[in-house]
């Protein structure tokens, strides 16, 4: 290779470390025009073979114009990704992201920021606890409760039910140890305890909802109750919204020195509100507590809160070693490397778009949010209740209404999703409620209105 030669390649080399205005234009006009929309489009589920043939041959060897690039995302691959921040998606837990929370994460995108551990990031650590300890203040965790922001729910129920397997194993001496879960825990329970090797003691329910006599009957009437080391509570199920008896979890979890994790990564952000705090109650003494800011906080992907009572013993868990990174474990006082906290190591400084956009607004302004979207749901259930042709499955708890259309097969409740979606209005998906197919919709935008309602409550009125 030729001195020519290897300076034109320097030069492509540098290119991709230099800002092309143009580039930077084009990008940052995308957002400004996006974030400036008062209400995005709902758009689409995708065509394959569009996809494909819009993106036919765009990654290979040469380049191309960024306008060009740019260009396929907005009007091909954009298009064809629902917009879970739409005030007309209702389908699985949508998103509603503010502002501040938005612009906060494309700093912490453009600045790199990381928050592995004290030594690179105290910064953006500092920032991140500072929220951590909001949190469980809210939730009445007592100080020097603390964790970490991992990618999400599953993320963290994994890395809290690892710590509550080791602390079991060390408190029982049993080495086969199981987790009393209710029925209706979340997917990411199940597949976690899978993934540890834990074999799980199902309670049954009572309506919907593990309580603490439950519990207490389960244990009662297993052969060794000794090995059942932990429970989960979940803080709002994701398919009804419904509480567990925390309180009543909590206190048997108490007596038997049981760890007590509580999934809130749906409802979790109740303790933010005047009017879900009761349901909510017990939450306290949570000895993991897990809420997805990227959900009912209003923070964008992806974000999970994990705070541990006691910090330690997942420290101890979860803390990796190897001759690199040895130089991140001194134990000086204040420091604090969120590595240490759950299964991963590098991680992005996910908890700080929240952070920024609690500073700006205020936790009171989150309350408000939180209530809203409770209200509204209230609101979407006495709608449901004033159409014959409709029945409320149960009353929404949080902010979950099901409901069902009479005389409809599941094909119909199929083919009514399709049509909205089609027709812009909403994406809505059908659930199952004990064995029956059933419609679902769930709030969490404070930007849908009573008329999106109307609209899809309309459309069930032709069969
Ligand atoms: C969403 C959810 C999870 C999983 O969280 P991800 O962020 O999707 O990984 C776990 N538990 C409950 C109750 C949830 O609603």
Not at 446 to 460: C, K, M, N, Q, R
């Amino acid at each position: 290779m030729g001195p020519a030669t290897r300076d034109e390649g320097d030069d492509a080399v540098g290119d991709m470390f230099r800002l092309d205005e143009d580039m930077a234009d084009l990008v940052l006009e995308y957002c400004r025009a996006r974030l400036a929309l008062e209400e995005v489009p709902l758009d689409r589920p995708g065509e394959r073979a569009a996809l494909d043939e819009a993106l036919d041959g765009i990654v290979g060897r040469g380049g191309n114009d960024a306008s060009h690039v740019l260009r396929i995302f907005e009007t091909v691959l954009a298009p064809a990704v629902i917009s879970c921040d739409s005030p007309r998606f209702l389908a699985f837990i949508p998103a509603a992201p503010t502002k501040a929370a938005l612009l906060f994460d494309m700093v912490v995108s453009s600045a790199s920021l990381q928050g592995i551990s004290w030594l690179e990031a105290a910064g953006a650590v500092a920032a991140e606890n500072q929220v951590l300890a909001l949190l469980a203040r809210l939730a009445g965790m007592p100080g020097g409760s603390g964790g970490c922001f991992v990618s999400g729910g599953s993320a963290a129920n994994l890395s809290a039910l690892a710590v509550a397997r080791d602390r079991g194993r060390e408190c029982t001496g049993h080495e086969r140890v199981r987790v009393a879960v209710g029925e209706e825990a979340h997917s990411s329970v199940a597949s976690a305890l899978h993934l540890l090797g834990i074999r799980p003691l199902v309670v049954p329910c009572v309506d919907h909802r593990l309580t603490g006599a439950a519990l207490r009957d389960a244990l009662g009437r297993d052969e060794s109750p000794g090995d059942v080391v932990a429970v989960v509570a979940t803080a709002g199920t994701t398919n009804a919204g419904i509480v567990d008896d925390l309180a009543g979890v909590g206190a048997v979890a108490g007596e038997r020195g049981m760890w007590f994790h509580v999934d809130g990564a749906y409802g979790g952000a109740g303790i933010f509100s005047e009017s879900l705090r009761p349901l909510l109650a017990g939450i306290g003494r949570a000895d993991s507590f897990v809420v997805d800011p990227h959900k009912w906080l209003f923070a964008p992907f992806d974000c999970a809160a994990l705070v541990y009572r006691e910090p330690e013993h997942a420290r101890r868990v979860h803390t990796q070693h190897a001759g690199y990174l040895e130089v991140l474990h001194g134990d000086a006082p204040g420091t604090w490397n969120p590595s240490d906290y759950a299964f991963h190591l590098t991680r992005r400084a996910r908890g700080l778009p929240l952070w920024f956009s609690l500073a700006v607004h205020g936790s009171d302004a989150y309350g408000r949010a939180v209530d809203a979207v409770v209200e509204r749901a209230r609101r979407a259930a006495a709608m449901v209740r004033s159409r014959p042709w409709l029945e409320l499955v149960r009353e929404p708890e949080t902010s979950i209404v099901l409901f069902r259309r009479l005389g409809w097969e599941p094909q119909d409740y199929a083919r009514w999703s399709e049509r909205l979606v089609d027709e812009q209005v909403a994406f809505v998906v059908p659930s199952r409620w004990e064995g029956e197919t059933v419609a679902r919709l769930a709030f969490l935008h404070p930007g849908t209105t009573d008329e999106v309602v109307e609209e899809v409550l309309a459309s069930t009125s032709t069969p």
